[in-house]
């Protein structure tokens, strides 16, 4: 049987959103992200972080650091006893000086390469997964996908609720946090979370 999976974004949705960090001490993770990420992994879905990361193509960061960045979220979250099954990054940027960095990709969200590409390393079934992030693009990404797409009110999520409304766009659920979403996701799917004893 197919996995599913809950696609989250990471700057906004698992952690503050500070424009570009380059060093992992720059990324200060929402406390509440690791007990909903236990939540998920305890429900049987997969956590697959997607991030746009255009601080690469803007030579802002290497891809080695960026590698170092998310192997060290990683640590973090298992620390805290919650298990990030991928992280997938966009690294493009269209007016990138680097010519591996500057081209039209298929991977920025919304676009949707990167959910493509779990779908096939993971074997995922993308039609009954999620989406969660904080950005208009996450929420398109999410509908792209024909995954159910979860907009949280962290980082850019309010600013976001407003031109998604504009523009006729309602997510399936808004959230006020990533643990609020994850709560909504075991709701919807009819199973209850046990912290064990
Ligand atoms: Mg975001
Ligand atoms: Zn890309």
Redesign the pocket.
């Given at each position: 049987m197919k996995k599913r999976a809950v696609f989250l974004d990471r700057d906004g949705t698992l952690s503050v959103d500070s424009a570009y960090p380059s060093r992992y001490e720059e990324i200060a993770i929402y406390p509440e992200s690791f007990e909903a990420v236990r939540k998920l992994n305890r429900a049987g879905l997969l956590t697959v972080v997607v991030t746009n990361q255009s601080a690469v193509g803007r030579g802002l960061l290497t891809e080695h650091a960026l590698d170092e960045i998310h192997a060290r979220l990683s640590s973090s979250f298992a620390s805290q006893g919650a298990r990030l099954d991928a992280i997938y990054f966009?690294?493009?940027y269209a007016l990138a000086a680097d010519p591996r960095y500057g081209e039209d990709?298929?991977?920025?969200k919304p676009?949707t390469?990167l959910a493509l590409r779990a779908e096939a390393e993971l074997g995922l079934d993308l039609g009954r997964s999620y989406m969660v992030g904080d950005k208009t693009e996450d929420v398109i990404f999410g509908m792209n996908i024909r995954a159910v797409p979860v907009l949280v009110l962290t980082g850019f999520g309010r600013e976001s609720l407003a031109v998604l409304r504009e523009r006729g766009i309602e997510p399936a659920h808004v959230a006020e946090n990533i643990l609020q979403a994850a709560d909504w996701i075991l709701d919807r799917e009819g199973r209850q979370a046990h912290d064990p004893v």
């Open positions: 966009c690294p493009h990709c298929d991977c920025r676009k390469g």
